[in-house]
């Protein structure tokens, strides 16, 4: 495992990725947060340096150091070193990347670059399974910025990696948005 990197939205539901070799793991130091980044449509999670704060992901083998695919995936953020801020109880990596969109490149999310529903469904979804119910509620504790626009493309998703939901998967996600004052709107409330 001479290359690893630490999943903490979208990377944590393995259904979205074959990267092997994945176990839990806590990124200290770190806070996530829903924004948008420049040349993006919709808006995605990043993490904030934020002292003190912990937030739960999932780290996985990036098969023979090969970056190529992760950073495309990743586009819009920057790959950073992030082996002093994860302890993965093991001998330590050659490499231990979390991505991030640089600061100076971020903006909060608008109706015109919402959350997708869709994303929101794949990102909770990781969590309920890697980390069941109690650890879905931590993430959502853990992440800034819930009152944001999310635009609710479920019958048709544009999220490239959706994935269908179990009804209880649906119905927590549904609670959290509700609960945290998401602004949930649909393509017919722009027209």
Same mark, same amino acid.
């Given at each position: 495992?001479?290359?690893?990197?630490?999943?903490y939205?979208s990377?944590?539901?393995?259904?979205?990725?074959d990267?092997g070799?994945?176990?839990?793991?806590t %990124?200290?130091g770190?806070?996530?947060?829903?924004?948008?980044a420049?040349?993006?449509?919709?808006a995605?999670l990043?993490?904030i @340096?934020?002292p003190?704060s912990r937030?739960d992901?999932?780290?996985?083998?990036v098969?023979?150091?090969d970056?190529?695919?992760?950073?495309?995936r990743?586009?819009?953020?920057?790959?950073?070193?992030? /082996?002093?801020?994860?302890?993965?109880?093991?001998k330590?990596?050659r490499e231990l990347?979390?991505y991030?969109? !640089?600061?100076?490149?971020?903006?909060?999310?608008?109706?015109s670059?919402?959350?997708?529903?869709?994303?929101?469904?794949?990102?909770l979804?990781?969590?309920? /399974?890697?980390?069941?119910?109690?650890?879905? @509620? %931590?993430?959502?504790?853990?992440?800034?910025?819930w009152?944001? &626009?999310?635009?609710d493309d479920? !019958?048709?998703?544009a999220y490239?990696r959706?994935? &269908?939901?179990?009804?209880?998967?649906?119905?927590f996600?549904?609670?959290?948005?509700?609960?945290?004052g %998401?602004?949930v709107?649909?393509? @017919? %409330?722009? !027209?």
């Amino acid at each position: 495992m001479d290359a690893l990197f630490f999943g903490y939205g979208s990377l944590v539901n393995v259904a979205t990725h074959d990267y092997g070799g994945h176990f839990p793991a806590t %990124a200290i130091g770190w806070q996530r947060a829903w924004r948008c980044a420049a040349g993006r449509k919709a808006a995605f999670l990043t993490v904030i @340096e934020a002292p003190g704060s912990r937030i739960d992901g999932l780290v996985a083998e990036v098969p023979g150091g090969d970056w190529a695919a992760l950073d495309a995936r990743e586009a819009s953020y920057d790959r950073l070193d992030a /082996r002093h801020c994860i302890d993965i109880g093991q001998k330590e990596p050659r490499e231990l990347a979390i991505y991030a969109v !640089a600061p100076e490149s971020v903006t909060l999310p608008t109706r015109s670059s919402p959350v997708l529903l869709s994303y929101v469904d794949v990102v909770l979804q990781g969590y309920l /399974r890697v980390f069941g119910q109690r650890g879905a @509620e %931590a993430f959502v504790e853990t992440t800034l910025g819930w009152d944001v &626009p999310v635009l609710d493309d479920r !019958a048709a998703p544009a999220y490239p990696r959706h994935q &269908p939901l179990h009804m209880a998967e649906r119905n927590f996600v549904d609670a959290v948005l509700r609960a945290t004052g %998401a602004d949930v709107f649909s393509k @017919e %409330a722009l !027209a």
